[in-house]
C-alpha cells in the first residue's frame, strides 16, 4: 500500500540544503540543483521521513504507484539525488543494507557538556546509624541535584553514578574523580538529633583536590527542604555567575505536607532504583501511604504510576492497566508542574499504547524541565529508535552515557535495538552482551543479530537461553516482539521479526 500523501507545502533543511516542495526547488544557499520529477518526489518522500530508514517498497510504491518498476530504478533515482547533493551525497543519503534508505538531517540539538563545569554530588553520609534515615538521607542529596540541574550552565552527573560513592575523605576524592570525570563534588552528611536533622556539605574543587567552601545546617522537621533550597543556591553561587537568582526556587520540589510522606516516597524510589524490577510492590505500597498522607503530592503519584507499570511488566501490562496508570501519572504532572518525573513516566506509558506523538511530546515536555535527566535523554533514544530514527536515536543514548558514566544495563538494551535497526549487527550483539544476565526478550534480540549475521549456532543457542529462562516458562521471542514491541512503523517491526524467525529455525 502506497504511504498516504502529505501536504506538498514544506520546506525541509538538511546539511547545506533546502528542499521547498511547494515551490519544487533544491538549493544550496542561492544556488539551485536539478532533480527530474521522480528523483524529486523520492528525496520529498525521505524529507518527509527525515532519520527513519525508508523501506525500498515504500519508496516504490509512493513514487512509482500505478507502475511496476524493479529495483533498478530506485538505485538510479538514489545516485542522481546523490550527485545533485554533491560531496555530502553520500553522507547525507545512508544506505542501509537490506532495508532501505535514509535522509540524515539536522536533529533536534542535544544540550553538550562541552565547556561546562561537571559536578557530581555523592551519596551522603547518614551517621545516625539508623538504616531507616538512609532513604531521607538519599532523597536530600538526590533533590539538591534536582536542583542544580535546572541550571542551564551546569552538568550534574546522574544519581545513580555519582551515589557509586559515598562522602569521601580527601584521599579518596582523586579516585572518584578518575573514575565519573566531574570538574566539583558535593559531599556531605546527615546527622539525626531529636530536635532535627544536622547537615553538613562541602564543595570540592576535584582537580586541585581542595575544599572550596563548607557549611552546616540545622532543620526541624519540614525545615529541611528549605535547607535543601538553600544548600542548592550557595552552591550555584561558587560554581558560576550571572545565574537567575530564583531559579532554584520556582522549580524546587513542592514540599510535602509532612517529612513522613517524604520518607515514604525517598524509601519508595530506592526501592524502585534502575527500573530492574527490583521492588515495586513494596514501593506500591509505600507511595499509596504517602498520598493517604498527602493527597496533593504530586511526585507521589508519578512514582505510584511507575510503580504500577513496572509491576504489570512495562509493555507487557494490560491495555486497562496501561490507562490507569496514565490517569495516575497524569494527576501527578498536574501537581508538580514543574517536575520532570511526571510527563517522563506519562511518555513511557502512552509509548507502550502507541501513542508515539504524545510520547514525544510529553519527553520534550520533560527534557525543557530538566534536560541534564539522563534517563529521560536515554528514554528519546528508545523512544526515537521506536519511531524509525535509529541513527538520531544513538546520539541521544551515547549523551546520556556521557551524563551517567556508570549506567544501568537497559543502556545497553536500547543502543542495541537502534544499531539493529541500522542493521550493525555485530555491534548490536556486542550492545546486548554487554550485561551479565540478559532477560528472555533481549536473549531473542541478540539470537535475531547472530541470525542476521548468518551465525546460526549462536542465534540458536540464545534462543534457547530465551525459551529455558526459569523467571518467564514458555517464553515465546517471536510472540513477545510481535505483540510487545510498539514500534511505529510495521516495517521496522517486521525487520526484527525476521532476525528472530530465522533464529528460531535454527
Same mark, same amino acid.
Given at each position: 500500500?502506497?504511504?498516504?500523501?502529505?501536504?506538498?507545502?514544506?520546506?525541509?533543511?538538511?546539511?547545506?540544503? !533546502?528542499?521547498?516542495?511547494?515551490?519544487?526547488?533544491?538549493?544550496?544557499?542561492?544556488?539551485?540543483?536539478?532533480?527530474?520529477?521522480?528523483?524529486?518526489?523520492?528525496?520529498?518522500?525521505?524529507?518527509?521521513?527525515?532519520?527513519?530508514?525508508?523501506?525500498?517498497?515504500?519508496?516504490?510504491?509512493?513514487?512509482?504507484?500505478?507502475?511496476?518498476?524493479?529495483?533498478?530504478?530506485?538505485?538510479?533515482?538514489?545516485?542522481?539525488?546523490?550527485?545533485?547533493?554533491?560531496?555530502?551525497?553520500?553522507?547525507?543519503?545512508?544506505?542501509?543494507? !537490506?532495508?532501505?534508505?535514509?535522509?540524515?538531517?539536522?536533529?533536534?540539538?542535544?544540550?553538550?557538556?562541552?565547556?561546562?563545569?561537571?559536578?557530581? %554530588?555523592?551519596?551522603?553520609?547518614?551517621?545516625?546509624?539508623?538504616?531507616?534515615?538512609?532513604?531521607?538521607?538519599?532523597?536530600?542529596?538526590?533533590?539538591?541535584?534536582?536542583?542544580?540541574?535546572?541550571?542551564?550552565?551546569?552538568?550534574?552527573?546522574?544519581?545513580?553514578?555519582?551515589?557509586?560513592?559515598?562522602?569521601?575523605?580527601?584521599?579518596?576524592?582523586?579516585?572518584?574523580?578518575?573514575?565519573?570525570?566531574?570538574?566539583?563534588?558535593?559531599?556531605?552528611?546527615?546527622?539525626?538529633?531529636?530536635?532535627?536533622?544536622?547537615?553538613? %556539605?562541602?564543595?570540592?574543587?576535584?582537580?586541585? $583536590?581542595?575544599?572550596?567552601?563548607?557549611?552546616?545546617?540545622?532543620?526541624?522537621?519540614?525545615? %529541611?527542604?528549605?535547607?535543601? &533550597?538553600?544548600?542548592?543556591?550557595?552552591?550555584?553561587?561558587?560554581?558560576?555567575?550571572?545565574?537567575?537568582?530564583?531559579?532554584?526556587?520556582?522549580?524546587?520540589?513542592?514540599?510535602?505536607?509532612? $517529612?513522613?510522606?517524604?520518607?515514604?516516597?525517598?524509601?519508595?524510589?530506592?526501592?524502585? !532504583?534502575?527500573?530492574?524490577?527490583?521492588?515495586?510492590?513494596?514501593?506500591?505500597?509505600?507511595?499509596?501511604?504517602?498520598?493517604?498522607?498527602?493527597?496533593?503530592?504530586?511526585?507521589?503519584?508519578?512514582?505510584?504510576?511507575?510503580?504500577?507499570?513496572?509491576?504489570?511488566?512495562?509493555?507487557?501490562?494490560?491495555?486497562?492497566?496501561?490507562?490507569?496508570?496514565?490517569?495516575?501519572?497524569?494527576?501527578?504532572?498536574?501537581?508538580?508542574?514543574?517536575?520532570?518525573?511526571?510527563?517522563?513516566?506519562?511518555?513511557?506509558? &502512552?509509548?507502550?499504547?502507541?501513542?508515539?506523538?504524545?510520547?514525544?511530546?510529553?519527553?520534550?515536555?520533560?527534557?525543557?524541565?530538566?534536560?541534564?535527566?539522563?534517563?529521560?535523554?536515554?528514554?528519546?533514544?528508545?523512544?526515537?529508535?521506536?519511531?524509525?530514527?535509529?541513527?538520531?536515536?544513538?546520539?541521544?543514548?551515547?549523551?546520556?552515557?556521557?551524563?551517567?558514566?556508570?549506567?544501568?544495563?537497559?543502556?545497553?538494551?536500547?543502543?542495541?535495538?537502534?544499531?539493529?535497526?541500522?542493521?550493525?549487527?555485530?555491534?548490536?550483539?556486542?550492545?546486548?552482551?554487554?550485561?551479565?544476565?540478559?532477560?528472555?526478550?533481549?536473549?531473542?534480540?541478540?539470537?535475531?543479530?547472530?541470525?542476521?549475521?548468518?551465525?546460526?549456532?549462536?542465534?540458536?543457542?540464545?534462543?534457547?537461553?530465551?525459551?529455558?529462562?526459569?523467571?518467564?516458562?514458555?517464553?515465546?521471542?517471536?510472540?513477545?516482539?510481535?505483540?510487545?514491541?510498539?514500534?511505529?512503523?510495521?516495517?521496522?517491526?517486521?525487520?526484527?521479526?525476521?532476525?528472530?524467525?530465522?533464529?528460531?529455525?535454527?
Amino acid at each position: 500500500m502506497a504511504a498516504e500523501t502529505m501536504p506538498a507545502d514544506q520546506v525541509f533543511e538538511f546539511g547545506a540544503f !533546502r528542499l521547498d516542495e511547494r515551490k519544487g526547488i533544491l538549493a544550496e544557499g542561492s544556488e539551485q540543483r536539478f532533480l527530474r520529477p521522480k528523483a524529486h518526489s523520492l528525496l520529498a518522500h525521505l524529507a518527509r521521513n527525515m532519520g527513519r530508514v525508508v523501506p525500498k517498497s515504500e519508496l516504490m510504491d509512493t513514487v512509482w504507484p500505478d507502475v511496476y518498476v524493479t529495483e533498478d530504478s530506485l538505485t538510479q533515482s538514489i545516485s542522481e539525488i546523490r550527485k545533485a547533493l554533491g560531496a555530502e551525497g553520500q553522507e547525507l543519503i545512508r544506505t542501509v543494507s !537490506r532495508r532501505g534508505y535514509m535522509l540524515n538531517g539536522k536533529p533536534d540539538a542535544i544540550p553538550e557538556t562541552t565547556g561546562q563545569p561537571i559536578v557530581a %554530588v555523592l551519596r551522603f553520609r547518614n551517621e545516625s546509624g539508623d538504616p531507616a534515615r538512609q532513604p531521607i538521607v538519599d532523597g536530600f542529596a538526590e533533590d539538591i541535584i534536582t536542583g542544580l540541574a535546572h541550571y542551564g550552565s551546569l552538568t550534574v552527573l546522574a544519581r545513580n553514578s555519582s551515589f557509586q560513592f559515598a562522602s569521601y575523605e580527601p584521599q579518596s576524592w582523586s579516585e572518584v574523580t578518575a573514575r565519573i570525570g566531574a570538574d566539583y563534588l558535593v559531599e556531605g552528611s546527615v546527622r539525626w538529633s531529636d530536635s532535627g536533622a544536622v547537615v553538613a %556539605v562541602s564543595l570540592i574543587d576535584a582537580k586541585q $583536590l581542595r575544599q572550596l567552601w563548607g557549611e552546616r545546617y540545622e532543620a526541624a522537621d519540614v525545615e %529541611v527542604f528549605a535547607v535543601q &533550597r538553600e544548600i542548592g543556591e550557595q552552591i550555584v553561587n561558587r560554581l558560576v555567575s550571572r545565574l537567575d537568582a530564583d531559579s532554584i526556587a520556582r522549580s524546587a520540589v513542592k514540599p510535602a505536607a509532612s $517529612l513522613a510522606a517524604y520518607a515514604l516516597v525517598t524509601r519508595a524510589v530506592a526501592d524502585m !532504583r534502575g527500573h530492574n524490577y527490583h521492588r515495586p510492590q513494596s514501593a506500591r505500597a509505600d507511595l499509596e501511604l504517602a498520598i493517604a498522607k498527602d493527597p496533593t503530592y504530586g511526585l507521589a503519584y508519578a512514582y505510584l504510576a511507575l510503580a504500577n507499570l513496572m509491576e504489570g511488566g512495562y509493555g507487557r501490562a494490560p491495555k486497562k492497566v496501561l490507562e490507569e496508570t496514565l490517569e495516575t501519572a497524569t494527576k501527578g504532572t498536574t501537581l508538580a508542574p514543574t517536575q520532570a518525573v511526571g510527563p517522563r513516566v506519562t511518555s513511557l506509558i &502512552r509509548l507502550f499504547l502507541c501513542r508515539h506523538a504524545g510520547a514525544e511530546a510529553d519527553l520534550r515536555r520533560a527534557l525543557s524541565i530538566n534536560h541534564y535527566d539522563a534517563d529521560a535523554v536515554e528514554q528519546m533514544g528508545f523512544l526515537l529508535t521506536l519511531r524509525g530514527k535509529p541513527l538520531e536515536a544513538l546520539d541521544w543514548i551515547g549523551r546520556a552515557k556521557r551524563l551517567n558514566p556508570i549506567f544501568p544495563d537497559w543502556y545497553h538494551y536500547d543502543a542495541g535495538l537502534a544499531l539493529y535497526g541500522l542493521c550493525e549487527f555485530a555491534a548490536a550483539a556486542e550492545a546486548f552482551e554487554q550485561p551479565i544476565r540478559l532477560p528472555p526478550w533481549v536473549e531473542g534480540r541478540l539470537a535475531a543479530c547472530y541470525a542476521q549475521m548468518g551465525k546460526m549456532d549462536k542465534a540458536g543457542l540464545h534462543i534457547e537461553k530465551a525459551r529455558t529462562n526459569p523467571d518467564h516458562p514458555n517464553f515465546d521471542p517471536l510472540h513477545d516482539a510481535e505483540h510487545f514491541m510498539p514500534f511505529e512503523h510495521r516495517a521496522d517491526l517486521d525487520h526484527l521479526l525476521e532476525g528472530i524467525a530465522q533464529a528460531m529455525r535454527a
